[in-house]
């Protein structure tokens, strides 16, 4: 049975889911994408960022953080473990996100190959392809 999306605040995520899922994070961004960046840069703890994740027990399943950029939602962050990709986990994530996000206008940096993806939530390509740390980007929005 799949775990429940769960949604918090900086201030209230414990230290294991945390930990959890920095480590994911890490895993894929850092060591599977082979990026050396700055993954904390200061906007998770910001009092209006949402964290939303799917867990199984204390393994993040998937997970991606929600912005707010005067108004404007911005999703980023987005990461699946490698054990849970092909199970539907992503979209689910996807979904519940646009819930916590409600009418607002939304944007995200999507990885080239997942314009597609993004597209079937309503995400629109509003800029050129970039690469950011060696991967092609494509800026999308969803207006509501």
Same mark, same amino acid.
């Given at each position: 049975?799949?775990?429940?999306?769960?949604? /918090?605040?900086? !201030?209230? +995520? &414990?230290?294991?889911? #945390?930990?959890? =899922?920095? @480590?994911?994070?890490?895993?894929?961004?850092?060591?599977?994408?082979?990026?050396?960046?700055?993954?904390l840069?200061g906007?998770?703890?910001?009092?209006?960022?949402?964290?939303?994740?799917?867990?199984?027990g204390d393994?993040?399943? /998937?997970?991606? !953080?929600? +912005? &707010?950029?005067?108004? #404007?939602?911005? =999703?980023? @962050?987005?990461?699946?473990?490698?054990?849970?990709?092909?199970?539907?986990?992503?979209?689910?994530?996807?979904?519940?996100?646009?819930?916590?996000?409600?009418?607002?206008?939304?944007?995200l940096?999507?990885?080239?190959h997942?314009?597609?993806?993004?597209?079937?939530?309503?995400?629109?390509?509003?800029?050129?392809?970039?690469?950011?740390?060696?991967?092609?980007?494509?800026?999308?929005?969803?207006?509501?």
């Amino acid at each position: 049975m799949r775990s429940q999306a769960r949604v /918090a605040v900086f !201030r209230d +995520l &414990d230290v294991t889911t #945390l930990y959890a =899922i920095l @480590r994911l994070r890490t895993d894929v961004f850092v060591v599977e994408q082979k990026c050396a960046y700055g993954d904390l840069d200061g906007r998770d703890t910001e009092p209006a960022t949402r964290h939303v994740w799917f867990a199984d027990g204390d393994d993040i399943r /998937a997970y991606l !953080r929600i +912005l &707010d950029d005067a108004g #404007l939602a911005r =999703i980023g @962050r987005v990461v699946v473990a490698p054990g849970a990709r092909g199970t539907g986990v992503a979209s689910e994530l996807m979904t519940h996100a646009l819930t916590v996000i409600g009418d607002r206008p939304s944007v995200l940096e999507a990885q080239a190959h997942l314009v597609g993806f993004y597209a079937k939530f309503g995400y629109q390509q509003t800029g050129p392809e970039y690469l950011e740390d060696g991967i092609p980007h494509i800026p999308m929005r969803r207006d509501v």
